[in-house]
């Protein structure tokens, strides 16, 4: 499984998100030419008149345009795939909503926030006791590089430091 940082390029996740995008029936013809218009004539930096039209064209497939046209703004670069899922939300929202790269990042917050308030948690109860609790404590945060970060390992061992101090 790959690990997800906090943040990750929108065009690594239009990268991830494409087969869902493009299956069946997900975008209509006139979302999609919505989105089309919108980076045209919002952002005519994202797609040219010529693009545009491209991808509007009434003859491809829609299967074929929407292809092409992430393809497209992914070797374009992020911040034309960032526009894409500006577009994509103001078009068409549960659809952005019930995106693949949408999903893995409300577990990735969600234990975020849980670690860290399991982290205070355990500072707190270090902080309330008794000084050979204190002791314990540095000994777990100085072996737990792996489950915090570096710097916060080393501003919570100063603070415990200090704590045994007074």
Known sequence: ????????????????????????????????????????????????????????????????????????????????????????????????NDLPSRKILSPVFFLACFSMAAGLALFWYCCNSETRVIGRARRILGFSPIIIGRHVRNICMLYLEDMSRN
Do not use: W
């Open 1 to 96: 499984m790959m690990l997800y940082r906090s943040y990750q390029s929108y065009c690594h996740r239009l990268q991830h998100d494409m087969y869902f995008l493009t299956s069946t029936s997900r975008l209509n013809e006139q979302v999609v030419d919505k989105i089309v218009l919108q980076l045209n004539r919002v952002y005519p930096q994202i797609l040219t008149n010529e693009e545009a039209e491209k991808f509007r064209n009434p003859k491809a497939s829609l299967h074929t345009r929407l292809s092409d046209l992430l393809k497209h703004l992914q070797k374009k670069g992020d911040r034309h795939c960032q526009e894409f899922y500006r577009a994509l939300q103001i078009n068409a929202e549960q659809l952005f």
